[in-house]
Each structure stands twice: as C-alpha cells, then as structure tokens.
C-alpha cells in the first residue's frame, strides 16, 4: 500500500427529497426543497478495498419510511462496484461506518467477506434508539428489518486509524457517535464527512448572522455538531460529504489532477469564533488570514440557498 495509490470512487445510490431549513442550513429557506443525492465511498488503497458507508435501499423502502426517494438510474451499492467499477463484492475487506443512519448503512450484508467497523455510540444508538429516532435507525418497533439486524460490528470508541492510511475522527452532533474517515492520498487528507456537513457549503460563512460556518440544521446537539464542522475545516484538503452533488461529481475518481484544495482554518475579517487546537502534525496547514479588503467579494461570491436549485 502506498499514499500514491489510494483512490476514492464516490457512489450515487439514488437521491432524496430534502428541506433546506430543516436539513441542510440552520436558519435556511425552510419550505423549500432540494434533491440531494445519498453517495457512499468505495475506497482503493491498493492492498485494502473498503466501503466507507453504503448508501440508500430501493425507492419503495426509502419513500415509505423515510423521504420521497427518486433512484434517476442509480444503482444499489453492491451493482454499482460490480457493473460500473468492476470489483466483486466479495472483494471488499472492510466497511466503515460514518454512523448508522437508515441511509448509510442499506446492503451491508451483500459482502460475505467484509468486515462491519463503526463508531461505538452509533451501535448503542442503532440497537436501542431514542424512540425520536425510531425511523432514521430503522428500529424494528416499526415492523422493518434493520440493514445491520444479525450483523456483528467491531466497535470504536477513541480516534483511530482504522487501516493503513484511513484515520476515523469524532465528528458528534448530527448523530450521537459519528466519525468522519480522513483518507490519506497523493493529493493530501480527504475528508469522507458522513454527515457532518450535508455540503462544502456548510463550511462557508452564513452573512445573515455573522456565523464563520453555516451549519447544518440537522443536529441532536448542536454545540458538538458546531465543534464537528470546525474539526473538518482543521483536517481537510478535500471533502466529500455523502449528500453533496457538487464535490462528488467533479471526478470519478480522487484524487485527480487539478483537484481544488481547500484552505484549512482560514480566519475570516469579521466572522469570529473560536478554533481550539490544529490536529497535531498539521499547523503549518493553517491559512493566513483572509485580507479585509477581499472579504465582502468573497462573502458575495458565496451560494445563497435561497437560489439553489432543486
Ligand atoms: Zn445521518
């Protein structure tokens, strides 16, 4: 295995109906929707095939639980690898779980030789949920039968690198347990966020209400998901978010040349907050200070959702 090596392939299984206001941006155009893809990352090292979630079910399952559900040609997972990329199931080692939500964790069992790793807390969660989170985890109160029901899955509980070059990182708010996958390749960390953010959009400013990130609004407690977004921004040159069209769909495969690197921890004039410290090793990855005088171009370039398409 070598960092040059690594490849990341993201994988659209289909899309789903969401509100902006009640999902995607705190504060944002509630009322108003959005279709929004459910992408899970098949990830290459070169000595190790893993899944890194595994995205949606049929639209019948997601739509009558869950949200309107269109799959527009997309395939389940375990096609998808073996039509479009050409990796067998039974190839892939191991799959890691951002967190356990209902839309991340659909056909786990169709790869008999995969191991099944995912944050503690999400386990816990996932076999005795709050009964307000009855349908994200699929509970069997409902009269469904969980993805992972029967499924033995190695727990962690303290950040990790969980196999050569993949480091799970506590990312908490959207779900009790959630970590993100910082992948180590040629190009630098990409950051596979789960949830944690629903788009590189929710690492820019909102200017409405001075806040450096616009945040999500999905959150069981919105501190740590708040703290999650600033630890995402402190380790990533590239994220991929498992709801965002835009990041996934640059490339086929990542990292490629030319690919965009972002600025970890670049202070912006005028939205404060606080940073706490970089993840040791990477200090140097800080960016200066954005100049005052470029601020109001740069806060007026940014995607208002209130415009976003649907
Ligand atoms: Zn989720």
């Not at 969980?146 to 962690?156: D, L, N, R, T």
Request: proline content about 7%; glycine content about 6%.
């Amino acid at each position: 295995m070598s960092i040059q090596e690594t490849k990341i392939y993201p994988i659209n299984t289909g899309w789903l109906h969401g509100d902006l206001g009640t999902y995607i941006f705190w504060k944002g155009p509630a009322g108003k929707k959005k279709w929004q893809p459910v992408y899970c990352h098949y990830v290459d090292t070169g000595e190790h095939k893993i899944l890194i979630d595994t995205g949606l079910c049929d639209a019948e399952r997601a739509s009558k639980y869950h949200h309107n559900c269109n799959k527009r040609d997309c395939l389940e997972v375990h096609i998808h690898l073996k039509e479009k990329l050409g990796v067998d199931p039974s190839d892939i080692d191991a799959i890691i779980f951002t967190h356990l939500h209902w839309d991340h964790v659909q056909n786990m069992k169709e790869f008999p030789n995969a191991r099944y790793i995912a944050p503690k807390a999400e386990i816990e969660m996932a076999n005795n949920p709050l009964p307000l989170y009855y349908r994200t985890y699929e509970c069997g109160i409902l009269g469904i039968k969980p993805a992972y029901s029967g499924c033995v899955i190695e727990a962690v509980e303290e950040e990790c690198e969980i196999l050569p070059g993949l480091t799970m990182f506590h990312t908490p708010g959207h779900s009790v347990g959630h970590m993100a996958v910082s992948v180590a390749t040629s190009a630098g960390d990409i950051v596979i966020c789960g949830d944690a953010i629903f788009e590189e959009r929710n690492l820019e400013p909102n200017p409405s209400e001075f806040w450096r990130y616009w945040v999500p609004a999905r959150f069981l407690n919105s501190y740590q998901g708040w703290k999650s977004v600033e630890e995402i921004d402190k380790r990533a040159d590239y994220v991929l978010p498992c709801h965002d069209h835009d990041a996934n769909i640059r490339s086929d495969v990542f990292p490629y040349d030319g690919m965009p690197i972002r600025k970890r921890r670049q202070m912006i004039p005028g939205y404060k907050f606080y940073f706490g410290d970089m993840p040791e090793g990477t200090v140097h990855k800080v960016a200066p200070a954005m100049k005052p005088e470029d601020v109001d171009a740069y806060i007026a370039n940014l995607k208002c959702p209130e415009d976003m398409e649907d």
